[in-house]
């Protein structure tokens, strides 16, 4: 028993004999369960949404076959005689939405978290990441109306038959939005690499340019696909900016330069109009919602393999 004592730290001794003299509160014995309680308030709601969903889907599904969901390629629930639920019109256009902001955003994200990592002087870091932070704070609304106001009639003067609503504008704009999400976690992954590696590559003749792109960019690989994953993600859910600048036209269509309609931009639609509670169109935005919760899902699983199959540690 008194080895046990002595070999207990300093701290611990002092801990067990307020404890043992009851000075040790039951406030303090409580913020274990504080704590415990206020976790558990995410899980639960993790839980409630994703229960919600499922049995809403259900209960579309119990209206619509789940065969014409997903293989008709026509989305138009709005008629009384004719209505068709085909996702694919839907689905393209997120997809689309989500492939030209990520060739926007991927490739200057990157390129600007390198600057910032590498090459760039304390003072500039300290003048360019306040910048970015701005951008990140601009409410997507605005995003949308600087795609629909301002982007869309630069890319009407280059490309005439751009119609004004399109796909390019706002994904375009999408992937403006995302980049400083880009920036900042792929920076900290970079920073995050030791500088004993850097100075190694260095000490074997690597220039600069080599040691950044063949050590350090390898080496912070694993948090350089988090972010790209986590940036696309919120390009995917992205509302505002599509449903401005986007139109609301579903099309299966892959050309770029018609209107469109994404997953998120049709739950705007029947949320603000006057549909019917209980009808298939009211129900239909949750089978949408899980739609669009899957691919989230199943982009998260990718990116967490990646991860795992790139990651280094020091």
Do not use: C, H
């Amino acid at each position: 028993m008194k080895a046990n004592e002595e070999q207990k730290s300093p701290v611990q001794r002092l801990l067990d004999k307020k404890n043992k003299n009851g000075f040790l509160g039951k406030g303090e014995k409580a913020i274990p369960v504080i704590l415990f309680l206020m976790a558990a308030v995410s899980v639960v709601t993790t839980i409630g949404i994703v229960l919600t969903l499922i049995v809403e889907t259900f209960t579309f599904f119990k209206q619509v076959p789940l065969a014409e969901f997903l293989t008709a390629k026509v989305w138009y629930p709005f008629s009384k005689t004719d209505a068709s639920y085909g996702i694919l019109p839907l689905f393209i256009g997120t997809l689309k939405i989500t492939l030209i902001a990520a060739l926007t955003a991927v490739p200057i994200g990157l390129a600007v978290a390198i600057y910032l990592s590498e090459y760039a002087s304390e003072k500039v870091r300290k003048v360019m990441k306040p910048i970015l932070e701005v951008l990140a704070g601009v409410p997507t609304i605005v995003y949308g109306f600087f795609a629909l106001t301002f982007v869309t009639p630069i890319l009407r003067a280059v490309f005439p038959s751009l119609e004004m609503f399109n796909a390019i504008s706002p994904g375009v704009v999408v992937g403006m939005m995302i980049i400083p999400m880009i920036v900042s976690l792929s920076e900290d992954a970079l920073s995050s690499v030791p500088d004993s590696v850097r100075q190694g590559a260095l000490a074997l003749g690597a220039t600069k340019w080599e040691m950044t792109w063949r050590v350090a960019f390898p080496a912070a690989l694993s948090g350089i696909i988090a972010s790209i994953v986590l940036a696309l993600s919120r390009a995917i859910g992205e509302t505002m900016i599509v449903s401005i600048a986007g139109g609301s036209t579903p099309s299966a269509s892959l050309d770029l330069t018609t209107s469109l309609q994404t997953m998120t931009s049709y739950i705007v639609q029947v949320s603000t109009g006057d549909v019917g509670f209980g009808t298939t169109i009211y129900y239909s935005i949750y089978a949408v919602g899980f739609t669009l919760f899957l691919f989230t899902l199943a982009m998260n699983i990718l990116a967490q393999k990646i991860s795992r199959r790139f990651r280094e540690e020091y």
